[in-house]
């Protein structure tokens, strides 16, 4: 059973469960768990909501899809669990983040210590049956995380949304740019990193504009880096 929203969004989010589509999404999912292997574990569905707070939130980092394969979906966008080799998009993610900021690539694929520093690693659709990419799209996910979108959008203290991709870019019509920093570029998957991925400087871009936001700067290091 899908766990309840929670509480550092519960506010932002309610009139969410109260539309039409929020049961038929959750009846939905519960019946492909009854047949089917569903990606990520019931109990890490909210892992990005839980972990970074509406009011903690500095940086948006929006993913499509979660990992479809055993063992990789935990909750986070682009994230693995402790132990997991990284994916291929977020080993270009780390090939990027060294360039960019000379950062030590990191041995381990686990995103946690950015959400903890206020980046929400969220995925437009939050389940998936395992091995059968996209194959929960369309079912309503999209328009409960486009309201976690609108719910930071409309929030006076200004936020950096992450938009990789063809399909994140698209979100951007859900945001003011004069209120909030927006940085799109390709998706750093094999097929589009060398298509404006690599070279675009992200990490960079988001630490000067949450100084420009009178924020701190994220250190992006993760544990375990290696030269």
Do not use: C
Request: hydrophobic share 45%.
């Amino acid at each position: 059973m899908t766990p309840p929203i929670p509480p550092g969004w519960r506010d932002q989010l309610a009139a969410e469960t109260r539309q039409a589509y929020w049961p038929k999404l959750l009846a939905f999912v519960a019946a492909e768990r009854a047949a089917h292997t569903v990606f990520p574990p019931d109990d890490e569905v909210f892992s990005a909501l839980a972990l970074t707070a509406y009011a903690d939130t500095k940086v948006l980092l929006l993913g499509q899809d979660p990992y479809h394969a055993d063992g990789q979906a935990h909750g986070l966008a682009f994230s693995v669990p402790p132990g997991v080799a990284p994916p291929p998009s977020l080993r270009n993610i780390f090939k990027e983040l060294h360039s960019d900021l000379g950062l030590p690539l990191p041995r381990t694929g686990y995103l946690a210590p950015w959400a903890a520093q206020g980046v929400l690693l969220l995925n437009a659709v939050l389940t998936v049956r395992a091995h059968h990419a996209n194959s929960h799209h369309g079912r309503g996910w999209e328009q409960f995380t486009d309201a976690v979108l609108r719910a930071l959008a409309a929030r006076a203290q200004p936020v950096v949304f992450v938009l990789w991709g063809a399909y994140a870019r698209r979100k951007a019509a859900l945001l003011d740019p004069a209120r909030h920093t927006v940085i799109a570029s390709a998706h750093p998957s094999p097929l589009s990193a060398h298509q404006g991925f690599f070279g675009s400087h992200p990490f960079s871009q988001i630490n000067a504009a949450l100084i420009a936001h009178g924020e701190a700067a994220l250190d992006w290091r993760l544990p375990g880096g290696e030269a």
